[in-house]
């Protein structure tokens, strides 16, 4: 079986553990079943830092995706040629979990369930909104319904694209949780809930909104003592007209844009090291097939 599953950007400012942005950024999984044994082979980011047996969170992934559909596979060969990068905001985990249990699925022959995917992914990452983008591709809406991961999919404005500027620093997403406070003024919420209501109709239909609706008061500020240079490009970048926020929970910056043709301004703004990555947004989400049915070579990113 062969996975592709795409990169993503959770909160987009204001909609913190809500919503998600599927990218054009893949990490792309074979899986090959036979012997009783798992074997593990990773090129690209995480290479020679993750474990390479049972504990790999593809593997866990595959083994709980399994479970659910009452399948047993003993053992496989899994690859993973990794381009998302680890521990910079942009859903790594999120996508092995996501792509592992997809692979699941096209391993016990059975047509991918989507909303169940969210609801398993859920349970192993711990909160649904990057998982709902990987899921489902595009804008994602992400909730917890009685312990249960849920998410609804909206169709992005025609050209809305994403530049993202990734350190080299990484920040634990556990670490970043951490600095954020238990209570939060009231009128800070209230104008949280309104840009987030707001930052729907951006994505979808009015991106003119983007700058305005793409304001937060929520976390993005809390964060700033372990990632000092993000803040501070937030701050340059929205300075200069542009709606820059904190990918997920961070180091990475994500700048929403859906003016056509149009180059985004500050492409040397991020401090020296740091890469910049101009991506579509992905409409389709994990996608999973045989490796004798759609040929050898996989959807490259765009």
């Known amino acids: 079986m062969r996975v592709r599953v795409p990169a993503t950007s959770a909160n987009l400012g204001p909609g913190f553990d809500t919503f998600g942005l599927a990218l054009g950024l893949y990490d792309e999984l074979t899986v090959i079943p036979g012997g009783s044994a798992v074997s593990v082979e990773v090129t690209g980011a995480g290479a020679g830092e993750v474990a390479l047996d049972e504990s790999h969170l593809v593997v866990r992934a595959i083994r709980a995706g399994l479970e659910s559909l009452g399948v047993a596979v003993p053992g496989f060969v899994l690859r993973c040629d990794n381009r998302v990068p680890h521990g910079r905001g942009l859903g790594s985990s999120s996508a092995a979990i996501v792509g592992g249990i997809a692979a699941a699925y096209?391993?016990?022959?059975?047509?991918?369930?989507r909303e169940r995917v969210v609801e398993l992914a859920n349970e192993l990452e711990g909160h649904p909104d990057n998982v709902a983008a990987a899921a489902l591709g595009g804008f994602t809406t992400a909730w917890v319904d009685g312990g249960i991961g849920r998410a609804v999919r909206a169709e992005p404005v025609p050209g809305l694209r994403a530049t993202v500027y990734v350190p080299q620093v990484r920040v634990l997403t556990k670490e970043a949780r951490g600095l954020l406070p238990d209570v939060v003024p009231h009128a800070d919420a209230a104008a949280n809930a309104g840009r987030a209501a707001l930052l729907v109709t951006a994505i979808t239909s009015?991106?003119?909104?983007?700058?305005?609706?793409?304001e937060d008061r929520l976390h993005q500020e809390y964060r700033e003592p372990v990632m000092p240079e993000t803040l501070a490009l937030v701050h340059k970048l929205r300075g200069s007209g542009l709606a820059a926020v904190v990918s997920g929970a961070g180091p990475t910056v994500l700048v929403l844009d859906a003016l056509s043709g149009k180059e985004i301004?500050?492409?040397?703004?991020?401090?020296?090291g740091w890469t910049r990555y101009d991506l579509a947004v992905d409409p389709a989400g994990v996608q999973v097939w045989s490796g004798h049915g759609r040929g050898e070579s996989s959807p490259r990113a765009e």
Do not use: H, I, S, W
């Open 106 to 113: 096209g391993l016990a022959g059975v047509e991918l369930d």
């Open 265 to 272: 301004a500050g492409a040397d703004a991020a401090p020296d």
């Open 206 to 214: 009015r991106p003119e909104l983007l700058m305005t609706a793409t």
